[in-house]
């Protein structure tokens, strides 16, 4: 059975940074992909970044790149988000989820965290 737990949210300011993490139980968990998606109230589950099994290859939305980085420790099955200069539209639930590949649809993973909040006041 996989469980993913997340951790590392909270309330900061415009500009200010936070680290997630999140990490994975079960069977064969460090041979799959890992991604961070976030949903703001009343929007759809976003794609934030993504990381290969080996951590070797990443993927940005847009709207993070400069500002995220994803990062992976294999030997203790956690990814982890650095958000720098945070800003208030980056407001939402940070959940992770755990797939064969690196997709970026959230339709495509079964495997999700219960999620994290993140707040960002202006």
């Known amino acids: 059975q996989v469980q993913l737990q997340e951790s590392g949210g909270g309330l900061v300011q415009a500009g200010d940074s936070l680290r997630l993490s999140c990490t994975a139980s079960?069977?064969?968990?460090?041979?799959?992909?890992m991604a961070w998606f976030r949903q703001a109230p009343g929007k759809e589950r976003e794609f934030v970044a993504s990381?290969?099994?080996?951590?070797?290859?990443?993927n940005y939305a847009d709207s993070v790149k400069g500002r995220f980085t994803i990062s992976r420790d294999t030997a203790i099955n956690t990814i982890y988000l650095q958000m720098n200069s945070l800003k208030p539209e980056d407001t939402a639930i940070y959940l992770c989820?755990?797939?064969?590949?690196?997709?970026?649809?959230?339709?495509?993973?079964?495997?999700w965290g219960q999620g994290t909040q993140v707040t960002v006041s202006s």
């Open positions: 990381i290969t099994w080996s951590g070797g290859t990443t």
């Open positions: 989820a755990l797939g064969p590949a690196p997709w970026t649809q959230a339709r495509r993973y079964r495997y």
């Open positions: 079960g069977r064969f968990v460090n041979t799959y992909a």
